[in-house]
Every structure is written in structure tokens, then in C-alpha cells.
């Protein structure tokens, strides 16, 4: 089954592909339940309250074919293996442990390019889509140019609520333009020109510094948290 409209990613009008978010080998293949906005903020429609089925495991149709492929096969793997690494340090951490601190090789770039094209993917407002510079980070297999006034993050979370959005919300720090894909074993934030909502992400922007493909021993110490709602950015 194939459908037509812009390519989250590219840009260009056509055939959209199934886009998996997080990548199907990194623990998304089985079938999700999940909502978008108007399950969560519209009482006047007849889905307010509901959830969507997807049988292909989380993602839908939100890039063309070439970026799609592109995406994959540069970082896909990459990230499969992050995943892996992180499933297994979650599934040794100490009880009630906050922060989840383990060893291994990653590929960084790979990593943070992976979460960006996912984070394109499930954009639907166009904001990063318009980001001047972020399309050809991501398809530049070698750029090293993420934009200025994007930041990403990551927590540890095992927590079977899918979370996919975007959008602003406010705490006592002010106002925050972000987005939010939790997926076990982790999940990934991104704040535009904004802070974070939380002080103890574990901020990864700085993997735009390491080369394509290049391997690296890396220390990570990444907290563990549990989203509170839907709404990105609320935690317990």
C-alpha cells in the first residue's frame, strides 16, 4: 500500500513509503496502539478519546521512497545497535535507579542524524521541515552543519505509551518548542531555540562533532524517567 503527499523529509510531492519510527529492527515490529492530536485535544470529534491500531509496528506514511532508503541505510543500523545497548543496560540497571550509566561503542553521528530523520518524519507542522539546514544534515551522509537552536536529548524509559509529537508547552522555566518520540528503551526530545523542560536530560547535540561511521567508546549517563501524559515534555 502506498500513498501520495510531501516527503517529511525532502520536501518533494509523491509516493510515501512506510517509515517506521523507531526503526523496525530496534524492538518496532510488532503491532502499537497510539493517538494523535485529535484523539488527545478535540471533545467536539467522534475520536476524541480513541486510539489508531498499526499493525506494522509504530511509524506511518511520511517519507518518499529515495529518503526513506537513504535514512535507513545510512543510520538504521547504527541506531538498531544504540537500541540494543540501551535495552540491555535498562534491563541490568539497579532497581529505582535514576540515572542508568553504562559503557559501550556507538556510532554517534549515525545516532543523532537517525533521531532527526525520525523526528522529520513525525512532524506534521512543517516546522523542521522549514528548519533552513536540517534536510541536508540528515541527507548529507558527512555534514556536520545541524542547525543552530536545535538541541536533542535522551532518557531511558520503559514504558509501553507510545509518544510521538510535537508542539510548546510551558513550566516554570518558560515556554518550550519541542518534540518527543518515547519508544523503549529510550526516548528522544528535541528543544528549538527553547531550554528543555528538565535539567537532567542527557543532551547528545554534540554527536554532530564525530565523522560518519566513526566508532567511539563512549560513557553514558542517562536518566531514567517515566512520561506522565500524551503531552510532550511531563514527566513523574
Not at 96 to 125: G, H, R, V, W
Not at 147 to 158: A, D, E, K, S, W
Request: aromatic letters at 14%.
Amino acid at each position: 500500500m502506498k500513498k501520495e503527499g510531501i516527503c517529511r523529509i525532502c520536501g518533494n510531492y509523491g509516493k510515501l513509503t512506510f517509515e517506521h519510527v523507531p526503526p523496525q529492527s530496534a524492538f518496532n515490529s510488532n503491532p502499537v496502539l497510539f493517538q494523535k492530536s485529535v484523539h488527545l485535544h478535540d471533545k467536539k470529534s467522534y475520536l476524541y478519546g480513541k486510539k489508531i491500531r498499526s499493525n506494522q509496528g509504530a511509524g506511518g506514511y511520511y517519507l518518499c521512497k529515495s529518503c526513506n532508503n537513504l535514512t535507513g541505510s545510512y543510520y538504521g543500523d547504527s541506531y538498531k545497535k544504540f537500541a540494543y545497548i540501551g535495552m540491555m543496560a535498562l534491563t541490568n540497571r539497579i532497581w529505582a535507579s535514576k540515572i542508568i550509566t553504562f559503557e559501550y561503542a556507538i556510532q554517534p553521528l549515525n545516532i543523532l542524524k537517525q533521531i532527526l530523520a525520525m523526528f522529520m518524519a513525525i512532524d506534521t507542522s512543517d516546522q523542521l521541515l522549514n528548519l533552513e539546514g536540517l534536510a541536508n544534515f540528515i541527507l548529507d551522509k558527512d555534514s556536520k552543519d545541524l542547525p543552530v537552536g536545535l538541541r536533542i536529548f535522551m532518557y531511558h524509559t520503559v514504558t509501553k505509551q507510545v509518544r510521538n509529537g510535537w508542539g510548546m508547552t510551558r513550566t516554570e522555566k518558560g515556554y518550550h518548542h519541542l518534540g518527543e518520540i518515547t519508544f523503549p528503551p529510550f526516548g528522544v526530545v528535541y528543544a528549538l531555540n527553547s531550554e528543555p523542560t528538565r535539567n537532567d536530560f542527557y543532551e547528545i547535540t554534540d554527536f554532530k562533532n564525530f565523522s560518519f561511521n566513526q566508532t567511539v567508546q563512549a560513557r553514558l549517563s542517562i536518566p531514567f524517567l517515566t512520561p506522565k501524559t500524551y503531552i510532550p515534555g511531563l514527566y513523574n
